[in-house]
């Protein structure tokens, strides 16, 4: 059955359209709300991770010269450590007693006897083939090689120089003497730097000058490290 | 007073738009929920005014302050709106016209019949109209015609709008009261059904067969007649008269140490009722001739002047006839579960004057009768 309705069509039209448009402005206000809610969310969001990212930075950034000077300290470390290894080496190394012991064992008689002897220690840097030499020798138990400069291919080496001035009564018998010294294990290289003939009242002898090279630390084959 | 039941047709559910009513002292406010196959009373509210009606509907914001209020104070949901505009608003007119004639749109030929009634542009009304009558190969029709003025309803509602409320219809008294009987009796009896609404200054009569709208006129019979009568008689102020009625009334069988006030009231004022029995008479042959001789089965009344104690007795003696004041219609509503506990130790005030606007809800909720 109809009903009675006495609001004016025009009228009803109208408040339908200010209400559609109302609603559509409370729509697009609520989405604008919705847009600058979330704008402000991934802002702030966005804020605190710059802030994280920079706090995290800052870390790093000191974590990173920590870690420098941790390794400037291990550097200083090892630099100091090989320092005291060779130290200890050069220090250490074939002891003169054993040197006069080796050295007694080539005289075994009296006609070689000593005027003058100088004794030198030090290190010498390696080449390639002498790195191998000293490798097949460590390896063999004989040499102790020492790793001194920055890179593996830099070797060092600690050897021992004597310088012998001396006398013997004859060349036959300097040169059994210095057959002796290279029969030792512990002595290298045996130079014959200088002999001369002197004739005195008591009879002639031969003056020498030698220059023997003693193995590094083979005598005892003690480790550096 | 007569158990009444709401039909199960209804169906569905949710919540209907607030029938909402300003009647002469009162903001009347009822909503209703549907509720399985029947409907239950989910809202209603009965505020006096804190101004006279004519005074409050000129200010805005005291009518905004009251409705929201009203709003505020009960479990009412939504602000859709059916009203009715206030009484004075609308008036509602039985037109006679002849079908078929030059005109084929039979709001045409209203309108054409209308306008010959009106004072000024036609332009100036919002009219709808009703048919009443319209039986098969019989030209002659009946509708009754709402008419208001234009300026008027737009001045009402944007004073609703103001007050935050979206009205869905605007309807009339008589339909409101039609729609609450037909639920109240029940759809399939077609029971011939009288209604005597009265107002302050006028009063109506609505006859209704079963769902069927068959009469409805305005006479120029109300409250304010009847104060004056007696306001003149005793020498009294009319609003000293309008307390004396509302207390004793004119029921001169109370046997109360009153009585004599209300023989003396009812003596004043029987003359005045004789032009209303007079058209009340009418309205019963009228129903009996558009309905085969069917008669009415119940007369009711409601409004102004059934508020005065004895006013049915008087009308039945003078008409003969048993005449009830309108049953409470919120009390045929069950009251949804909230509404009861909330209702629990509330004393609500429930007043057959709720009729109007509980029609008004029943059209809320999409209620056909």
Redesign the interface.
């Known amino acids: 059955?109809?009903?009675?309705?006495?609001?004016?069509s025009d009228?009803r039209l109208r408040?339908e359209l200010i209400?559609l448009l109302r609603q559509y402005g409370m729509l697009a206000g609520i989405i604008l709300l919705i847009g600058l809610t979330a704008t402000g969310i991934l802002a702030f969001m966005n804020q605190s991770l710059s802030d994280r990212i920079s706090q995290l930075q800052g870390e790093q950034a000191i974590s990173d010269q920590q870690r420098i000077q941790l390794e400037a300290l291990r550097g200083s470390r090892d630099r100091s450590k090989r320092q005291l290894e060779l130290l200890t080496q050069l220090r250490s190394g074939t002891s003169a007693r054993e040197i006069f012991v080796t050295l007694d064992r080539a005289l075994e008689s009296d006609r070689v006897w000593f005027r003058k002897w100088t004794f030198k220690r030090a290190m010498e840097a390696l080449d390639e083939a002498q790195i191998q030499l000293r490798q097949q020798l460590q390896e063999q138990g004989f040499l102790i090689i020492i790793p001194v400069g920055q890179t593996d291919q830099e070797y060092w080496e600690i050897r021992t120089h004597m310088t012998v001035d001396g006398e013997a009564r004859d060349h036959s018998a300097l040169s059994e003497f210095v057959a002796r010294l290279f029969a030792q294990p512990a002595i290298e290289d045996v130079k014959v730097l200088q002999t001369s003939r002197q004739a005195t009242l008591q009879g002639a002898f031969v003056k020498f000058q030698l220059a023997i090279v003693v193995g590094p630390g083979t005598l005892n084959r003690r480790s550096a490290y | 007073m007569r158990g009444f039941s709401i039909g199960k047709s209804f169906g569905g559910g949710g919540y209907g738009a607030i029938g909402l009513e300003f009647a002469l002292d009162e903001l009347h406010m009822v909503q209703l929920n549907r509720k399985g196959d029947g409907i239950a009373l989910r809202a209603q509210a009965l505020l006096e005014y804190p101004l006279p009606r004519d005074t409050l509907l000129q200010s805005r914001e005291e009518c905004r302050a009251l409705l929201k209020h009203a709003l505020a104070s009960e479990n009412f949901r939504g602000r859709e709106v059916i009203s009715v505009?206030p009484s004075g608003g609308?008036r509602i007119l039985p037109v006679t016209y002849t079908a078929g004639g030059k005109l084929d749109d039979e709001g045409e030929i209203i309108l054409e019949a209308v306008a010959d009634r009106l004072q000024g542009e036609i332009s100036d009304y919002?009219i709808?109209?009703?048919?009443l009558r319209a039986r098969e190969g019989d030209r002659d029709r009946v509708a009754?015609v709402?008419v208001?003025r234009?300026d008027t309803?737009?001045k009402y509602?944007d004073l609703l709008?103001h007050c935050g409320l979206?009205?869905q219809?605007?309807?009339?008294g008589p339909?409101a009261i039609r729609r609450l009987v037909s639920a109240l009796s029940g759809s399939s009896k077609g029971e011939n059904v009288l209604v005597v609404n009265f107002g302050y200054a006028s009063s109506y009569l609505t006859v209704i067969s079963g769902?069927?709208l068959l009469f409805d006129t305005e006479i120029g019979f109300g409250e304010r007649q009847l104060l004056e009568q007696v306001s003149g008689a005793l020498d009294m102020e009319p609003d000293r008269v309008h307390q004396l009625a509302l207390r004793h009334g004119i029921d001169v069988e109370s046997g109360s140490r009153h009585a004599e006030i209300s023989r003396a009231l009812r003596e004043i004022i029987q003359p005045l009722f004789l032009d209303l029995i007079d058209d009340i008479h009418k309205a019963l042959v009228y129903a009996a001739a558009e309905s085969r001789g069917e008669p009415v089965k119940h007369v009711y009344m409601l409004g102004s002047i059934a508020r005065w104690p004895g006013t049915a007795d008087l009308l039945g003696t003078m008409l003969n006839l048993q005449i009830e004041t309108i049953p409470d219609p919120l009390q045929a509503f069950t009251p949804t579960q909230k509404r009861r506990r909330r209702m629990r130790n509330a004393v609500v005030a429930t007043r057959p004057e709720m009729a109007v606007a509980t029609g008004l809800a029943l059209?809320g909720i999409g209620v056909?009768?």
């Open positions: 059955m109809h009903d009675v309705d006495l609001i004016p009228y408040r209400t | 505009l609308a919002v709808d109209y009703m048919p009754m709402a208001a234009r309803v737009i509602l709008g979206r009205v219809a605007l309807d009339v339909m769902r069927r059209r056909e009768h």
